[in-house]
């Protein structure tokens, strides 16, 4: 899972160029949006000005790849960005996004998510076409697919957009939100069909310059003084061209909407809104749906707790709607290193650990001779929840029980998130006892995937890791895991 934002600012003039400055709002908005990856980031913008395009991709954090020189050097009336949470890819320059090309028309493209199929695209794409691709990035497929398009309708550029798009659908499995700019033309973004990742519109309309965004997350247009007006369909195309007019088409829209649960249970940002369902208020039923689960169990075991501790951050807001559900004290037990990294999003499990080790540090006095009901946002591997555990125990709780708000995840995911194998999953092949012994907890209650969609309010929601239905054909996933693990070796 990736952050992808673009913005474009409409009939400038001279004098306007000095008071917006779409590759600087881009940034802010990635800032945003760091939380969704904190491998690279890169933006591209163009300059309609003098006509050129400007690129900065870096390993590394967004205050790190970029700073007021860059910047200043790449000033523009367009441009995207993107921060990359690798899940396909190497980490040579030419594989970070966004990917620029100059030939039939200069394009560059950014997106969120995963091709299932990516591996049998390329080996169809270059016997079919003769051609060779320069990356080990998906998004490339896209980009390739594109250029076609625009070779074959040089006289429409609409209709090449939209063609394309068409041949993407038609050919590529997975899921992906993407923002792209052309020269000369405008900015424009894509859905996958089922809705899978998120991608938003907004607007502004300051000192007489109209402005745009298209981006993963509401909160990195909020910021920026942006509008939202709406979501980008899923299976649909919108452009807008530089005098920012709007068009749009909805290339083939599938009834099973699916947008990826897990965006409101871990990934997004809990002042963000995702498919107009605010993240913090979704985590806030996520809480009371298990303390529903929970009070059952007291009553039927006989089982008290002393204070409810969540796992910074993400799963704070569950916690204290949890806590007051159950008129048990709400403490922070464990305090988080801001400058350390999100412990899921890491390479492997080496990392992982030492990352728990350096980003939590225990409040002694809170914890000890407790019996605490820990609450976490979900329990993949299952090495942070252990590291996290062992610490508690180390410093004084008598017990730990272990809320969770999302059911056992059992089944790889295809879209974006990092867990495509599912061997490497804890919940993959052991019940939630067995999970809960390897763990260290003494207990473990997992929120019902009854209880899940009804906190989300999206039936048809994406919960292909935890159930195995999957919205898209699975061809190909093997191979999709077998080379992502030789990547991570």
């Given at each position: 899972m990736c952050g992808v934002t673009g913005i474009l600012h409409s009939n400038l003039s001279s004098n306007d160029s000095t008071l917006v400055d779409a590759t600087y709002d881009v940034y802010r908005s990635l800032l945003k949006l760091q939380h969704r990856g904190q491998d690279a980031a890169g933006i591209v913008s163009y300059s309609s000005?003098?006509?050129?395009?400007?690129?900065?991709?870096?390993?590394?954090?967004?205050?790190?790849?970029?700073?007021q020189d860059i910047l200043s050097s790449m000033k523009s009336n367009m441009a995207i960005g993107h921060t990359r949470y690798a899940t396909t890819g190497g980490d040579k320059l030419n594989d970070l996004q966004p990917l620029l090309t100059g030939f039939p028309v200069g394009l560059s493209i950014a997106h969120n998510g995963n091709v299932l199929n990516y591996h049998e695209l390329t080996r169809d794409f270059g016997a079919s076409n003769l051609s060779h691709l320069l990356t080990s990035n998906d998004l490339e497929i896209f980009q390739n697919i594109w250029c076609r398009s625009f070779s074959l309708y040089k006289e429409n550029f609409l209709g090449a957009l939209f063609h394309g798009a068409e041949e993407i659908i038609k050919n590529v499995v997975g899921a992906y939100a993407i923002v792209g700019l052309v020269a000369d033309k405008g900015l424009f973004a894509f859905r996958d069909p089922n809705g899978i990742r998120p991608l938003s519109i907004g607007q502004r309309n300051e000192n007489g310059v109209l402005s745009w965004t298209i981006c993963s997350e509401t909160s990195s247009m909020n910021q920026l003084g942006y509008s939202f007006v709406r979501d980008v369909l899923p299976g649909e195309v919108v452009f807008i061209d530089k005098e920012g007019e709007i068009y749009s088409r909805v290339i083939n829209h599938n009834e099973s909407f699916s947008p990826c649960m897990f965006e409101w249970v871990y990934f997004s940002?809990?002042?963000?809104?995702?498919?107009?369902?605010?993240?913090?208020?979704v985590r806030l039923e996520l809480g009371r749906g298990l303390a529903k689960q929970i009070s059952k169990q007291m009553e039927s075991k006989k089982i008290n707790f002393d204070i409810v501790c969540p796992v910074p951050d993400t799963s704070r807001t569950a916690a204290i709607s949890l806590a007051e559900e159950l008129g048990i004290p709400y403490r922070e037990g464990l305090i988080k290193n801001r400058y350390s990294q999100r412990s899921f999003i890491l390479k492997n499990d080496q990392e992982r650990e030492r990352a728990v080790e350096l980003k939590l540090t225990p409040i002694i006095s809170e914890i000890q001779n407790k019996d605490i009901l820990l609450v976490d946002d979900s329990i993949v591997r299952g090495t942070t929840s252990l590291r996290i555990i062992s610490l508690l125990k180390k410093y004084g709780a008598k017990s730990v029980t272990m809320a969770v708000t999302c059911p056992p995840i059992r089944s790889g995911?295809?879209?974006?998130?990092?867990?495509?194998?599912?061997?490497?999953?804890?919940?993959?092949?052991?019940n939630v006892d067995e999970i809960a012994s390897d763990i260290g907890a003494n207990h473990i209650e997992f929120l019902s995937e009854e209880n899940l969609l009804e906190s989300i309010g999206i039936k048809s929601a994406c919960m292909a890791c935890i159930n195995g239905k999957y919205p898209t054909s699975t061809c190909g996933s093997e191979e999709f895991s077998t080379r992502r693990n030789e990547l991570r070796v």
């Open positions: 000005g003098d006509r050129k395009f400007y690129a900065h991709r870096e390993l590394g954090l967004i205050s790190k790849v970029f700073n940002g809990a002042e963000a809104s995702i498919s107009e369902r605010d993240v913090y208020s995911c295809f879209y974006g998130v990092d867990f495509p194998d599912e061997k490497t999953l804890i919940a993959g092949k052991k």
